[in-house]
């Protein structure tokens, strides 16, 4: 039973990271909560809020700015939203 509790554990990081993509004000909020108490848990879950801002922009500056206005809008309506 031990044994299952140090597994689970182990990829626990892995779950908030995700769940930080998935919702990234909730990645943000669970990134401040779990700074002191677990910092590779508070990685993760900034890294995944991090990527679901990081790549829109990011693509919106390599593919072109002026044809990129609608993926702008989707970025800021997408942020909003959440």
Do not use: H
Not at 21 to 31: E, K, N, Q, V
């Amino acid at each position: 039973m031990k044994n299952e509790k140090i597994q689970w554990k182990k990829w626990n990081w892995l779950l908030y990271g995700i769940l930080g993509f998935l919702c990234p004000p909730l990645g943000f909020a669970l990134f401040v909560y779990f700074d002191i108490k677990d910092p590779k848990i508070a990685r993760a879950a900034g890294i995944g809020a991090l990527i679901p801002i990081v790549l829109p922009i990011s693509y919106i500056f390599l593919t072109g700015f002026p044809e990129s206005i609608g993926a702008l809008a989707f970025l800021i309506l997408r942020i909003l939203w959440i």
